[in-house]
C-alpha cells in the first residue's frame, strides 16, 4: 500500500496538468550545486547535532520536474552511534527528493517525495509523500503537507511566510545583496510528535525565524550567510528535547547552470 502511494504521487507529479507548467516547449535542464555549512543541524525544531556540520546539495530541473540530493555530514564526534564508532566526516543523512511544481494563476502547487536515508547511523529510512500550495502575493503564504508512509506514520505540516528585497546594495558591477526574510511554524499529527519528539498528542511543534544576505557575484554564484532562530512551541515537546530552542549561523554557496 505505502509503496503503491509513493507511486501514485509521482504519477500526479509527472503527469498533472502540463499545461500550467510555465516553462516553455524545449526549456533545457538547469543544474544547481550547493555548498552550506551550518554550525547546528536543526530539523523540525529538533537539535540533531550540535556542532558544526555539512551540507551540501545537487538538482536538476526540467520542465517542472525536479531530483535533488541533499547530504549532511558531521565535522565532529557530537554524536555517538552504537556499533558505529566515530562519525566525524561521515555521512549521516542523505535525502533524496523528486518534485513537479507548476502555477495556475497567482497558486504555485507542488507535491512529491521524499526517501531519508541514514548511513553509518544504524537509523531505518523513511519516505515522505508531500503536497504544497502557495500563493503569490506579499509575503507568499505557503501551506505544505508531508505524509511520513514508512517509518512514522504520521503527518506534519508547516505554513510559512518570507519575503525578498532584492538589490538593497550594489557595491561593483555584476555583484549585489539581497535581504531574504522567512518564518514558519509547525504542526504534527499525534503519530509523528509520538515518533519524533516522544509525546502522542497532536499540536503545534515549533516555529522557525530565518534572516540571509544572498550576495550574487555574477550571474551564476550566489553567496549567503544566514542566521536562524528555532523553538519548541509546546511544552510537552520542550520537556522531553534537551534543548527546546536554538540559535544558529551557517553560510552556503550556491552554483546554477
Known sequence: MKRA?????????????????????????????????????????????????????????WRGLTLSVWGSMETTNYNLYPGYGSTAGDFTEIDYTLDYSWSCGKVNLSGGVIHYQFPNTGISSTTELYLAAGLDVPLAPTVTVYQDVDEADGTYATLSLGHTLEDVWKPAEGISMSVDLSASVGFGSSDHNGFYYGTGDAGFTDATLSAGLPFKLGERLTLTPSINYSALLDSDLRSGMARDDNLWAGISLGLSF
Open 5 to 61: 502511494l509513493i507511486l501514485a504521487t509521482v504519477i500526479v507529479c509527472l503527469t498533472a496538468t502540463p499545461a500550467l507548467a510555465q516553462e516553455p516547449a524545449g526549456a533545457s535542464v538547469e543544474v544547481a550545486l550547493d555548498l552550506a555549512y551550518n554550525l547546528k543541524y536543526i530539523w523540525r525544531g529538533i537539535n540533531l547535532v550540535d556542532d558544526p556540520v555539512f551540507q551540501p546539495s545537487a538538482s536538476a530541473s
